[in-house]
């Protein structure tokens, strides 16, 4: 038997279904979001439903679906799909992004919390050379490593579609993170970066700070537990001074000390367009906090429409079935 969960686009919020390993049109011709909890005898059944936008592979066969052709041919064929799902599943190859190259519809691509290391990670880094669909891509929790990471940020010199872009948790390194550095000072599209625990150090992080000078798409950046330092506050200071364009900073468990947290002060008396900054767990004096908290108070709050979060994207937040509805 073949289960999957459904929901349809205009009428039931959640119906669950039980048929043969075959699907219809006229057995769900509304459908919009499925999750899929067994193989299907016949994969291609995807691209018999015109409203298929999200598509979630339980990891019970997760590899099979990567790996295995009809799948594969299934997913390069997909002209309905934006949003797919292969998130937590241990996953250890990534054959079927290969069919990305030749999709166009997917625009999110969530493969966080797997085990894809350095070359999958490569194999990721090609696939944005040259596709031209995905906006939004979840590689976080993924153990990529330094050379995944250099991939990555060539890739990113060429691609112009993505603006969301996680690579929280992956032993990014100095190397790595140091790649992304400069990756930021040509890319003009990516709005949206998560670099979290990643061990980048004061260097990379100072590396970083600096492509914000010049950077002018970022809006949101997480650098949170990467034991970055004060003269990497200082760097950051500086950089705030010029950048016009970041509205979002995570500097929390980073060591900046009071030396990194008054010049970050200073540097709000000039930036203008900072709405939300975390400095929590750095070491900054009370005195210090209360003047970064008092010059931040009267800017107006953040953006709190329609938005892609870093770590879930917004498409597969508003699936109640899989994320606990929009609130989460």
């Known amino acids: 038997m073949s289960e999957y969960t ?14 043969e390993p075959r699907l219809t049109l006229q057995d769900v011709p509304e459908v919009d979001t499925v999750t899929l909890t067994t193989p299907l005898a016949d994969p291609s059944l995807i691209n018999t439903l015109p409203f ?7 990891s019970g066969f997760l590899d099979m679906f990567l790996v295995d052709e009809p799948f594969v041919n299934a997913l390069a064929e997909n ?59 979840n590689l976080a929790h993924n153990e990529l490593g330094e050379d995944a990471g250099v991939a990555i940020a060539d890739a990113l010199e060429r691609n112009t579609t993505l603006t969301t872009l996680d690579l929280g948790i992956n032993d990014l390194g100095e190397v790595g993170g140091a790649a992304v550095a400069g990756a930021l000072e040509r890319n003009t599209t990516l709005m949206t970066l998560n670099l979290g625990i990643n061990d980048l150090g004061g260097v990379t992080g100072a590396a970083v700070a600096g492509a914000l000078k010049t950077n002018s798409s970022l809006t949101t950046l997480e650098l949170y537990s990467n034991d970055l330092g004060d003269n990497t506050g200082a760097a950051v200071a500086r950089a705030l001074e010029r950048n016009t364009t970041l509205t979002s900073l995570n500097l929390a468990h980073n060591d900046l000390g009071d030396v990194g947290g008054a010049a970050i002060a200073r540097a709000l008396e000039t930036n203008t367009t900072l709405v939300e900054l975390n400095v929590n767990n750095n070491g900054i004096s009370q005195p210090i906090l209360n003047e970064i ?36």
Do not use: C, H, M
């Open 293 to 328: 908290a008092g010059k931040l108070a009267d800017r107006p709050p953040p953006y709190t429409g329609p938005r892609v979060k870093v770590a879930v994207p917004a498409a597969l937040r508003a699936n109640v079935q899989f994320w606990g509805g929009p609130g989460l």
């Open 6 to 19: 459904a929901k349809r686009a205009r009428f039931t919020p959640l119906a669950t279904l039980a048929p």
């Open 52 to 58: 298929l936008t999200t598509l979630r592979v339980d």
């Open 79 to 137: 002209t309905t799909l934006t949003s797919l799902d292969l998130s937590r599943s241990d996953l250890s190859e990534v054959g079927g992004v290969g069919a990305l190259k030749t999709n166009s519809s997917l625009t999110i691509l969530n493969l966080s919390g797997n085990v894809l290391r350095d070359v999958e990670g490569v194999a990721i880094a090609d696939l944005l050379k040259t596709n031209s669909s995905l906006t939004t891509l």
